[in-house]
């Protein structure tokens, strides 16, 4: 019986790849994102605030505003419009956005310590800049379709059921009139256009005889004016306000809403990354969270408007007048009562150039991420 050797097999030939282990790397991996987006949608509290501010309050008051309309369409103006988009983003969708991403912030910051797992995340041998920087598109996966969704119910409702006429100084005139059609329209209808419109000058103007006059006129009536002073005076007064006239309008244009948009989604980012950096330096979140608020309702708005001497350089570092600076010009300036739109308000902020409020906000995006980063580094597990 012939046995036959068995050879040694070919050590050359077999490759046995060793998996690589990604853990020491400080990019964070896409499994490592989407269980920091799992972590923030599970807290149904913070979720429902988050979808109550940037829908639930706009989607009621333009509910309201249309039921109103539909039964009472003489004592209730149309829902939509250009007006009511400009008071929406003002006020609802870019401070308490900013308010609500902060907060998520703050929460994805401080949740591994308040939950007690950052050691157990340490101890799987993650980098903990990984760790950290995971939170950044996992949080902004969450905070930003939610902001992009209530902004788009926002603008397709100011749309589609913006008003027909224009109403102008509260008289209700046709909407996108050239200067001609606007005096011509005047000299119809003068006794609107001198009890209402306001008039600058020292020349006497006719007065009807059942108004104030324009700029609203007190004191003795002056003698009844003929047919033709008054539409002369209508044309005087008509050229005057026909700039203002044409910064009303019956909808917000495209181009408008695209930049409010963009603008709306940067100032959310802002406060995400704001507060999750605070709240990771801090260790905790009640104070954080605090310490957003009176940046945003408190601190903002004396700032960006308040000249304070030796300290002007001081406030343009503020992320808030840097936005304001760059805010879509029709929009009414947020933290100035300036509801007319047009930029007009922004001569009343804190002089700052357009390249210097870009440099701020980058910078304090970089800032609080690096801060935040590095206070996650250095932190006892």
């Known amino acids: 019986m012939t046995t036959t050797p068995i050879a040694p097999p070919d050590r050359t030939s077999v490759v046995i790849s060793a ?114 920087l995971a939170r950044i598109p996992a949080g902004l996966a969450v905070v930003l379709p939610i902001v992009a969704a209530g902004f788009i119910l926002v603008c397709a409702v100011c749309v589609f059921a913006a008003p027909t006429k224009d109403s102008y100084d509260g008289v209700t005139l046709p909407a996108g009139l050239t200067l ?20 600058f000058g020292s020349a006497a103007m006719a007065v009807p005889s059942n108004c104030a006059g324009p700029g609203g006129f007190k004191g003795t009536p002056p003698p009844p004016p003929t047919a033709a002073s008054l539409r002369a005076s209508a044309i005087v007064v008509a050229q005057q306000n026909y700039l203002s006239y044409t910064n009303t309008f019956l909808k917000p244009a495209n181009s408008l809403m695209i930049a409010t948009g963009l603008w709306l989604l940067l100032e959310a980012t802002i406060g995400f990354i704001v507060g999750l950096g605070l709240s990771s330096l801090l260790g905790q979140r009640t104070i954080a969270v605090v310490l957003m608020i009176v940046l945003e309702i408190i601190l903002t708005p004396i700032f960006s408007r308040s000249r304070i001497p030796h300290l002007i350089n001081f406030q343009r570092g503020f992320v808030g007048l840097a936005m304001a600076h760059i805010e879509p010009p029709a929009l009414p300036l947020v933290f100035g009562g300036d509801m007319n739109g047009g930029g007009a308000g922004a001569l009343r902020l804190v002089p700052e150039s357009t390249e210097v409020a870009i440099i701020v906000i980058v910078a304090w995006l970089v800032f609080w991420t690096v801060i935040g980063g590095w206070r996650m580094m250095t932190r006892d597990a």
């Open 19 to 132: 998996p690589t282990d990604h853990r020491g790397s400080w990019l964070p991996t896409l499994s490592l994102i989407t269980t920091r987006m799992m972590e923030l949608r599970k807290r149904r509290g913070l979720m429902i605030a988050l979808l109550v501010v940037n829908i639930g309050i706009p989607a009621t008051f333009l509910i309201v505003r249309l039921v109103a309309h539909a039964v009472a369409p003489r004592s209730y103006g149309p829902a939509g419009g250009y007006s009511v988009f400009t008071g929406l983003v003002a006020v609802i969708l870019y401070v308490f956005g900013f308010i609500v991403a902060a907060v998520v912030g703050c929460s994805a910051g401080s949740t591994d310590l308040t939950d007690g797992m950052f050691r157990h995340l340490v101890v799987t041998g993650r980098s903990r800049v990984a760790l950290y």
């Open 180 to 199: 001609s059609g606007f005096e011509q329209w005047a000299t119809a209808h003068p006794d609107e256009v001198l009890c209402n419109f306001s008039y």
